[in-house]
C-alpha cells in the first residue's frame, strides 16, 4: 500500500513564524498535493505538483508556497504564519487521476 | 468552474437505518467520481470510486454508489448503517482529460445513534 508521512502530527507556532510542513511518499507516484481542511469548507487545494520542481497554485495558495526538489518528498511552506492558518493540514499523492492516497494530517496551531 | 455539492452537512441515524448521502458536481465532460471518509481522529480514506462501467459501484464496509449522468449525481447509500459508520464523508470528482486535480464537497458529518 502507497503510504503518506507527514512529519508532524499536531504543530504550534507563533505568528510571523516560517513554518515548514514536510510530506513523503514512498510508492514513485507523481503527484503532490496539499490541502487545508476546515469545518464546513471542506478540503481546499493550496499547491499541487506533477513532477519534480514543478509547481501549480491552488485554490487559495496566499500566504503560502511549497518545494519539490525530490520526487518523493513535497514540502508546504508558511512564510510568516499568521493566525487565520490554524487549520487542519493534508498531503495526497496519486498516479495520474485514479484516486488520491493522504497522510494522516497535520494540525497547525498558530497563536 | 467544477464544483462539488454535498447537500447535507449533518445527518443523524439510528443504528439499522438506511442510509443517502447526496453528491452533485458540476462539469459536463468525462470524470471519475470517488467517495472518501475520515472516521474520527484518523486520515481520509478511499470507500469507493466510479471510472466507467457499470454505474453502481460497490465499496467497502457495505457501501454503495450510483453515478447517475443525467442528473450529474454519484449518491452514497448503505442500506443499514452501523453506530461505526460515525464519520465525515467526502464526495471527490476528477476531470479525466485534465489533469489530476480533485474537487471536493464540503463533506457530510454522519452520526449514528447505537
Known amino acids: 500500500d502507497v503510504k503518506v508521512t507527514q512529519s508532524s502530527r499536531y504543530l504550534v507556532k507563533r505568528t510571523g513564524e516560517k513554518v515548514f510542513l514536510e510530506c513523503v511518499q514512498d510508492?514513485?507516484?507523481?503527484?503532490m498535493f496539499w490541502y487545508r481542511q476546515d469545518p464546513g469548507l471542506g478540503l481546499r487545494l493550496i499547491y499541487f505538483?506533477?513532477?519534480?520542481?514543478?509547481?501549480e497554485k491552488g485554490d487559495i495558495p496566499e500566504g503560502y508556497s511549497v518545494s519539490r526538489e525530490k520526487k518523493e518528498r513535497f514540502s508546504l511552506i508558511l512564510e510568516s504564519a499568521s493566525t487565520n492558518q490554524t487549520s487542519m493540514y493534508l498531503c495526497?499523492?496519486?498516479?495520474?487521476?485514479?484516486?488520491?492516497?493522504f497522510g494522516s494530517g497535520t494540525r497547525l496551531t498558530v497563536v | 468552474a467544477q464544483s462539488v455539492s454535498q447537500h447535507n452537512h449533518h445527518v443523524i441515524l439510528s443504528e439499522a437505518a438506511s442510509l443517502e448521502l447526496g453528491c452533485n458536481y458540476s462539469?459536463?465532460?468525462?470524470?471519475?467520481l470517488f467517495w472518501y471518509v475520515q472516521y474520527p481522529g484518523q486520515h481520509l480514506q478511499l470507500l469507493l470510486k466510479?471510472?466507467?462501467?457499470?454505474?453502481l459501484v460497490k465499496g467497502i464496509k457495505g457501501f454503495e454508489a450510483e453515478f447517475i449522468k443525467s442528473k450529474f449525481s454519484f449518491n452514497l447509500r448503505k442500506p443499514s448503517v452501523q453506530w461505526s459508520d460515525t464519520a465525515e464523508y467526502f464526495c471527490?470528482?476528477?476531470?479525466?482529460?485534465?489533469?489530476?486535480?480533485?474537487?471536493f464537497g464540503t463533506g457530510t458529518s454522519l452520526t449514528v445513534i447505537p
Open positions: 495526497a499523492s496519486s498516479f495520474a487521476s485514479y484516486g488520491y492516497t
Open positions: 510508492m514513485d507516484h507523481e503527484n
Open positions: 505538483s506533477y513532477d519534480v520542481k514543478m509547481k
Open positions: 462539469y459536463g465532460g468525462t470524470v471519475n
Open positions: 466510479y471510472f466507467s462501467g457499470d454505474p
Open positions: 471527490a470528482v476528477t476531470r479525466t482529460n485534465t489533469g489530476n486535480q480533485f474537487y
